[in-house]
């Protein structure tokens, strides 16, 4: 089945390392997507990881994945306050182009 | 690049009325897909439109319907409001339906309130 769960709430200090965490449920999943949505805003896709991957570096965020144990991480380093945002985990299956979401992790960084 | 757009930025509609909300994807994009993001939940997938016919659909009722247009923009249809379709509705683009990953672009959004 379709289903990807996330920790509902994180709080960092300015300058820390942020990890939001992330499980999803269907092993066919072939991408695996970050998402930020700011207050009133769509998304920005952040970043994404092909599901034979084990890692992915984009400048400030790394993205791990352990297919194993379906678990997926965005590690948002140097952590500032423009990134306090809702950060949403999703997959994408073979065919066609359905996203399937968590219901979002609140980032929030103290200054 | 323009990038994803999408009409009205906030409408308030009255139970039993029909709506019609507009996105127009990004430049050279093809398929265009449309969420429901309720408050305080993650996007729910309604369906999805390419070559306009409808290629995939979630688990919405028939009161959803869409269209897409030659020019690849679509239109989202929600007829018989009922409350609970208060939700900020998201238009997604992408290209080439059915080629695996593909980077999903959105756009901002409108806000349905219904009363």
């Known amino acids: 089945g379709e289903d990807v769960e996330q920790s509902l709430f994180l709080s960092v200090r300015e300058g820390d390392s942020s990890v939001i965490n992330c499980t999803y449920t269907d092993s066919s999943s072939t991408y695996l997507y970050w998402y930020k949505q700011e207050p009133g805003a769509g998304l920005q896709l952040l970043t994404y990881?092909?599901?034979?991957?084990d890692m992915k570096q984009d400048q400030r965020l790394t993205v791990l994945l352990n297919k194993k144990d379906k678990h997926l991480s965005l590690r948002i380093a140097d952590t500032q306050t423009g990134d306090s945002a809702i950060y949403f985990c999703?997959?994408?299956?073979?065919?066609?182009?359905?996203?399937?979401f968590g219901a979002g992790t609140i980032l929030r960084v103290k200054s | 690049d323009a990038g994803v757009t999408q009409s009205p930025t906030h409408l308030i509609k009255t139970r039993g009325q029909q709506v019609t909300l507009r996105c127009s994807p990004k430049?050279?994009?093809?398929?265009v897909s449309w969420y429901q993001q309720a408050l305080g939940q993650g996007p729910q997938f309604i369906f999805q439109?390419?070559?306009?016919?409808?290629?995939q659909r979630g688990n919405f009722p028939d009161r959803f319907s869409g269209h897409q247009f030659p020019n690849y923009s679509s239109e989202l249809n929600v007829n018989a409001l009922l409350l609970g379709d208060s939700a900020l509705y998201l238009c997604?683009?992408?290209?080439?339906?059915?080629?695996?990953?593909?980077?999903?672009?959105f756009g901002q959004g409108t806000r349905l309130t219904v009363v």
């Open positions: 999703a997959e994408i299956f073979e065919y066609g182009n359905k996203l399937v």
């Open positions: 439109y390419y070559e306009e016919e409808e290629r």
């Open positions: 430049s050279g994009h093809d398929t």
């Open positions: 997604a683009s992408s290209l080439s339906y059915g080629a695996g990953n593909t980077e999903a672009f």
């Open positions: 990881i092909f599901s034979n991957m």
